[in-house]
């Protein structure tokens, strides 16, 4: 199909399991079982080329887990990624801009610190240049080169951030949380930054965020995450018309409006459950104000993708089912 | 008057350096009400959290409160020793911050530890104090609380460790409590819970609330009034509906502007441009004057001030604008 071949990532029931047992000799003596956590316990998507996928959900759903299983910062432990692009082209943008950068390093040696790495062949004076014209393209002056980054404020850091990334000319950036270290007004300019270099270098983000209002600024398409499952993909005008997933309404539901102030409302209850024994069935079905006897044996399985739109939910599959084919 | 529990006039709080003295509050005047939620807002370095502290008498040193008044329910506070703001602190103001893990000492139980706060304030015995500590921890929707109650904080989630820290900023019955950034830590289902209870307390027991926070979403939702900060002054007061749908204040404006929508789609967002100066280096007259788009020469030279402790904006634009 002609949407396929523009994917420039896709993913294909990805999983990845972390040990997080007693020591050997404490299951020895304590007979305790070997345990495993599910970070990411099999998901699907696919991006296409130019635009931004959101991965959203609360703290632990696996969400960076995902960001560092593209990036190939972990090995995954079942599933496919295939990206159909260059690797030297993918790059990542971190949460805290005052941990990933070097404190010792100028700000010019980490700008062009990928240059040097990916195309060590690449003179001194044309490293020099690009460094300038990065450091102008995210908007601070060349001059700033010879500073150290204690100089910098939050958001000039995270720029220089995006500034090496993209000194390796990606096409495809992984950005994780890039502003949720950042006051609002700081992270405008961020996130408006962000668009534009989106839009003038045909850049493909991965948008790592827990926040549902920046994600529906940033995201073309927005990927619902719970304890390591996608439980919801719609596009971004689409999910927040017409949410399906439980989840996803009371996610909604809880963010502060600030249209509607001093609004009361009924927050969802109960938390969260432990990544490492996840309920039975559909892992939502504890919090979930509509489950029946199906949720709480079989667990809702991801279904084809039906105009781009899929739920892993019993209850909305039926609503949806209707006219299509699947 | 005499509902007024929380009165602070032109405080002004200074940090001495070898390098001259630094003002991290500048001309704060509050009040606060029984049963009224304040919502304190500002970017990081605006100096809210100071102000919370200078009202918990917690400044660091050499920070210190250089002029101005604080009175609690018609007492003043500002001038008290140690000694003295310690039996006020959690008897009479109750404080609840960011992080639970680092306000709950991790090698007690959290019953041992109510209990202890509970006897520290008041006459009651050890049975009676335990009696009270599980009421506290019903009062905040802790489930089975008779086993709860001889856990450690580290077998409670955060959410659930957030609640055992209000129970605790409750034990003395406060008139007021001080909530820094109670939420922060918080995922947003949970956050939600949160401030639905501290909402619900501060109704139910008639508590005046100082909420600190730099989340615009989290006052629109909880605080009844709204204090802006901006480089240690205060930019606007005034009723949360006012302050987040007509802000007057073009740095309020500006920080309304620049949050992303869930209504409405903008292809970009309202920027500031620059960010807010250091302590160090505030502009002369209105510390907004350089990132202002309608900065005159009297924003340049005068700093514009609230009048009266109701409310308004500290704006020479504005308040010639608006009538009297």
Redo the contacts between chains.
Sequence with gaps: MSIRSNAILEVDALERRFDVSAPWLNRMIERKPIQTLRAVDGIDFVIQRGQTLALVGESGCGKSTVAKLVTGLHAPSGGKIRFHGDRDRLQMIFQDPFASLNPRWRVGRIIAEPLRTLKPDTPDDIVSARVDELLETVGLAAADRVKFPHEFSGGQRQRISIARALAGEPEFLVCDEPTSALDVSVQAQVLNLMKKLQKEMELTYLFISHDLSVVRHMADVIAVMYLGRIVEIQPTADLFANPLHPYTQLLLETIPDLEAPKRDRSPMGGEVPSPVSPPKGCTFHPRCPIAFDRCKVERPERKVEVHNRRVACFAAETKLEGPSDV | MNDIVLDVRNLRVEFPTRKGTLTAVDDVSLQIRRGEILGMVG??GAGKSMTGMAILGLLEPPGRIAAGSIHLSGDRIDTLDDKAMQTIRGRRIGAIFQDPLTSLNPLFKVGDQLVETIRLHTQLDKSQARERAKELMREVGIPAVDERIDNYPHQF?G??RQRIVIALALSGEPELIVADEPTTAL???????I??LL?RLCRERGTAVMLVT?????I??TA?RVAVMYAGRLAEVGD??DV??RPQHPYTR??????????N????????PG?MPRLNAIPPGCAFNPRCDHATAQCRADMPRINGAAGGVACWLATQGAPA
């Design positions: 970017e990081s989630s959410g659930m995922d947003v289902s949970i956050q939600a819970q401030t639905a909402k730099h989340d615009m979403g989290v629109a939702e009844d949360v509906d987040v749908r500006g920080l309304m502007g620049s949050i992303p929508s869930l209504q789609e903008v292809e970009e967002l309202q920027m500031i960010s």
